[in-house]
């Protein structure tokens, strides 16, 4: 079947756009699963991305990006097998998160653009030749107005998927900075690779577009490969 991949910053609105396509696909009679990507829970990788974020090894600029990005790469590679049999069975794949992730995150630790690019080439090579991770049929970056990402990430994001920290703060979500250094890698990844594709949820205001509007965007490009 179909794997399709939701990218985006922190507190983009991946979740509810997953959910909301998860919904329009079960109304079509197509059966769906749907991964998270790093999977906290999981055993070693999981646990190991969990410190990191914590700031165990570490701040953002302390713990070499090579690395991080192992561990990311790491987790998918063990969840790989799982992915390959939803595929087989026909079912429809749905991934918050998965390489242009590591991707975006790691490369935005990187200050020069040749760096950059080493490393991205490296991720790609690491993760889709020698873990041999299934490809996406389909990655979406939600491009979101910034004072969007600034709101949910200062308003302070709570729930079960946030036990991993243990009641401290995520360093990847600690800097604003950070956040659209993040952006800008997906938007340059964007303008060579064709296997990411953005879409733009403004509104013509400016502002973050509803959900539903977004949701139909999404549905569109799917619809435009003829994926869905």
């Given at each position: 079947m179909k794997l399709f991949v939701i990218?985006?910053?922190?507190?983009?609105?991946?979740?509810t756009q997953i959910k909301l396509l998860t919904?329009?696909?079960r109304k079509k009679g197509i059966e769906t699963e749907f991964l998270h990507f790093p999977r906290m829970d999981a055993p070693y990788f999981g646990e190991l991305i969990a410190r990191f974020l914590r700031g165990e090894f570490g701040s953002l600029d302390q713990v070499d990006p090579y690395l991080v990005a192992l561990l990311y790469?790491?987790?998918?590679?063990?969840?790989?097998?799982?992915?390959?049999?939803?595929?087989?069975?026909?079912?429809?794949?749905l991934l918050d998160r998965y390489t242009y992730s590591n991707i975006a995150y790691q490369c935005a630790k990187i200050a020069d653009e040749a760096s950059q690019d080493k490393l991205m080439e490296w991720i790609l090579r690491l993760e889709f030749e020698?873990?041999?991770?299934?490809?996406?049929?389909l990655n979406?970056?939600?491009?979101?107005?910034?004072?969007?990402?600034?709101?949910?990430?200062?308003?302070?994001?709570?729930?079960?998927?946030?036990?991993?920290?243990n009641g401290?703060?995520?360093?990847?979500?600690?800097?604003?900075?950070f956040q659209k250094k993040v952006r800008d890698i997906y938007i340059k990844v964007s303008r060579s690779d064709l296997r990411l594709e953005v879409v733009d949820?403004?509104?013509?205001?400016g502002l973050m577009l509803p959900p539903g509007e977004i949701s139909s965007l999404i549905i569109n490009r799917m619809s435009d490969r003829k994926l869905i």
């Open positions: 990218e985006g910053v922190d507190g983009s609105g991946k979740s919904e329009y696909l790469a790491g987790d998918r590679k063990d969840a790989a097998s799982m992915i390959r049999k939803w595929l087989d069975n026909k079912k429809i794949v020698h873990f041999a991770i299934p490809k996406p049929d979406i970056f939600l491009d979101v107005p910034f004072s969007f990402t600034e709101k949910k990430l200062l308003s302070g994001r709570s729930g079960a998927d946030r036990n991993y920290l401290t703060k995520d360093i990847h979500e600690e800097s604003l900075n949820c403004r509104g013509s205001n």
